[in-house]
């Protein structure tokens, strides 16, 4: 009969050698907390809606993105999320709702829901993306 030593010590060499146990134990490379600078400057194309710049943080969990500015269902939120490819490559999509209509595309009124795409491309400890649509909105991300 096996020791229960014996046993332990078999399960834990598996743990350490199976590569899906390897996988599933080990960090994602983009894991971890995130600072986020978003940066839209004023759109001429539309009733000259004015620039801003948004900070906040956010939180990567196996390559999967979230951040968040503001408190959510509130004038002024929005939550950026999506998947981080193996290589850096993201697809992003911030929903959120407009604060106020001076700053927003055709001055959309106070509290009417919004999203788009982000095209993004992340390394180890820094990363950067784009708006995809109408209005240019940049997007910073350094590793916390």
Not at 21 to 48: I, M, N, S
Not at 65 to 70: C, D, E, I, L, N
Request: overall charge positive; some cysteine; glycine content about 10%.
């Amino acid at each position: 009969m096996r020791s229960m030593h014996t046993v332990v010590f078999i399960a834990a060499g598996w743990l350490c050698t199976h590569p899906m146990a390897r996988a599933a134990t080990e960090a994602a490379p983009f894991d971890g907390p995130w600072k986020v600078t978003l940066t839209c400057p004023p759109h001429d194309d539309d009733e000259d809606a004015k620039g801003y710049v948004h900070y906040f943080p956010a939180e990567v969990k196996a390559n999967e993105f979230r951040g968040t500015h503001a408190i959510e269902g509130e004038p002024g939120w929005h939550l950026l999320t999506g998947t981080i490819a193996p290589d850096g490559n993201a697809n992003l999509t911030l929903q959120g709702i407009v604060n106020n209509p001076n700053y927003a595309v055709n001055h959309a009124f106070r509290g009417k829901p919004y999203s788009y795409r982000v095209k993004a491309r992340f390394e180890p400890s820094s990363g950067s993306g784009r708006r995809i649509g109408k209005r240019r909105c940049d997007f910073d991300f350094k590793r916390s």
